[in-house]
C-alpha cells in the first residue's frame, strides 16, 4: 500500500450538465497537513470537498486516501470527517448529547461515549459545557462543538468547509489560531476551504489557488504570496500593481518597457512568454517607495527600478497609507507606505514623486 499521502486526487474531473466543476485536478496532500482549497465563490472547492468525502462521485479521475483509491466507497465508510459551513447541532439535545450522537447510533459501548466525550470537550477547550444546550453557547463555542462531533470519531483526515464563516471578524480570527493550533496538537490531516486569502495565509501549510474548477499554484503561504505563479493568483491574494508592459527581453536578463518608452528590469518571467509580447508588471504596494525628485540618485544601480508619476489619491488605513500615483501614460500605482512617522513628511495631493523598487520583487505575467 502506498500511504505516502493522506489524500491524493489524480486528474480528477467533475461535470453538473454543461458545468465543469472541477476540471483535471491533481493534489498530494500529506500526513499532517493544514492545507488550504482557496478561491472566490463558485470555482469548485465544496465540490472537491465532496468528492474526498464522498458524496459526490468523479465523472473522471481517481481519489485515494492513505494510497487507497475510494472509487464508490460511500461517506460512512471512508477514513475522513466533514463539518460544514453551517453546522447543525440539534437544538434539544445537551451539548454531550450532540458529540455522542454519532457514536450512539453505531453502538459504542457507554462508558466510552463518555470517555470520548469528555476528551473532545476538552480538545476544544469546552471541558464542562457538555450538560448545556446549543442555544446556552456563543457562536464560537457552538463552532467548537461542531468540530469536536467530528473530531471524536478520531478521522484520519477532517475535511472542513468553510467552518468560520457565520461567525463575526474577531471571533474568526481567534478560531482561526485556536483551529490551527488544535490540528497541531491532534496531528489530523485538514483539508480547509475558504475564500478568504488571510484567513488560508494565517492558518495553512500550503495552499491550492483555485479559479474556473483549475489549480492555478500550490505552496506554502510565503511562495504563494511572494511569488504567485500568474495573473489570477497575483490579483486574487493580497493587493497587486499590474502595469503594462512589453517584453523587451528574457535572457540575460529580463527587461521590459513600460508605455512611456523607458525600460526596466524584473525578478522573474512567467514562464511562455516572448520577446515583443505584450505583458504586465506585477508587484505588491509595500514592496514600492516614493522619492522626491532631488532624492533621485545620478546614476542609479541596475536593481533600482522608478518611474515618474504624481500623488493623486491619498488613503489612511492605519498602520499604513496608500498613494495612488498616476503616471505620464495615465495608468496608476498603489504605493503603501508604513506610518512610522521617523523623519519623513507626509506626501501630499498633486506632488511630483518617484515611485522606486527593487526589480527582484518585480514578476513579468501574461496579460
Ligand atoms: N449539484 C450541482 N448541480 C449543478 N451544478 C453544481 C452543483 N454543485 C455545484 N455546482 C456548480 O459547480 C461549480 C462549483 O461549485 P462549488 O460549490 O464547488 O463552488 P465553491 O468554490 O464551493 O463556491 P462557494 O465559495 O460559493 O461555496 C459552480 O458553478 C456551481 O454552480
Ligand atoms: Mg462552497
Redesign the pocket.
Known amino acids: 500500500m502506498n500511504d505516502a499521502y493522506a489524500v491524493e486526487l489524480r486528474d480528477v474531473v467533475k461535470q453538473?450538465?454543461d458545468?465543469i466543476?472541477v476540471n483535471h485536478v491533481s493534489l498530494q496532500i500529506k500526513d499532517g497537513e493544514f492545507f488550504s482549497l482557496l478561491?472566490?465563490?463558485?470555482?469548485?472547492?465544496?465540490?472537491?470537498l465532496r468528492m474526498i468525502a464522498g458524496f459526490e462521485m468523479p465523472t473522471s479521475g481517481a481519489i485515494f486516501i492513505h494510497g487507497e483509491q475510494q472509487g464508490y466507497r460511500p461517506p460512512n465508510k471512508r477514513p475522513v470527517n466533514t463539518v460544514f459551513q453551517n453546522y447543525a447541532l440539534f437544538p434539544h439535545m445537551t451539548v454531550a448529547e450532540n458529540i455522542a450522537f454519532g457514536m450512539e447510533m453505531r453502538q459504542v459501548p457507554k462508558d466510552e461515549i463518555q470517555r470520548r466525550v469528555d476528551e473532545a470537550l476538552a480538545m476544544v477547550r469546552l471541558a464542562g459545557m457538555g450538560n448545556r444546550k446549543p442555544k446556552q453557547l456563543s457562536g464560537g463555542q457552538q463552532q467548537r462543538i461542531a468540530l469536536a462531533r467530528a473530531l471524536v470519531n478520531r478521522p484520519e483526515v477532517l475535511l472542513l468547509d468553510?467552518p468560520l464563516g457565520a461567525l463575526d471578524l474577531k471571533l474568526r480570527k481567534a478560531m482561526q489560531i485556536e483551529l490551527k493550533a488544535l490540528q497541531e496538537e491532534v496531528g489530523i490531516t485538514f483539508i480547509y476551504?475558504t475564500?478568504d486569502q488571510e484567513e488560508a495565509l494565517t492558518m495553512s501549510d500550503r495552499i491550492a489557488v483555485m479559479n474556473n474548477?483549475v489549480v492555478h499554484q500550490v505552496g506554502d503561504p510565503e511562495s504563494i504570496y511572494e511569488h504567485p505563479a500568474d495573473r489570477f493568483v497575483a490579483d486574487f491574494i493580497g493587493e497587486t500593481n499590474f502595469i503594462p508592459v512589453r517584453v523587451v527581453s528574457l535572457s540575460p536578463e529580463i527587461v521590459v518597457a513600460l508605455d512611456t518608452g523607458q525600460q526596466v528590469v524584473a525578478g522573474w518571467a512567467e514562464e511562455g512568454l516572448s520577446v515583443g509580447d505584450k505583458a504586465v508588471l506585477s508587484i505588491r504596494p509595500e514592496k514600492m517607495d516614493l522619492l522626491e525628485p532631488k532624492e533621485m540618485p545620478k546614476s542609479p544601480s541596475q536593481q533600482m527600478a522608478y518611474v515618474k508619476g504624481k500623488v493623486t489619491h491619498l488613503v489612511y488605513v492605519g498602520a499604513d497609507t496608500r498613494h495612488t500615483v498616476v503616471l505620464g501614460d495615465g495608468s496608476e500605482i498603489v504605493v503603501r507606505l508604513q506610518n512610522s512617522y521617523i523623519g519623513e513628511e507626509p506626501w501630499e495631493i498633486g506632488e511630483e514623486t518617484i515611485v522606486t523598487w527593487n526589480a527582484a520583487h518585480a514578476r513579468i505575467l501574461k496579460e
Open positions: 453538473f450538465g458545468v466543476a478561491g472566490p465563490s463558485g470555482c469548485g472547492k465544496t465540490t472537491t468553510e476551504v475564500h474548477g
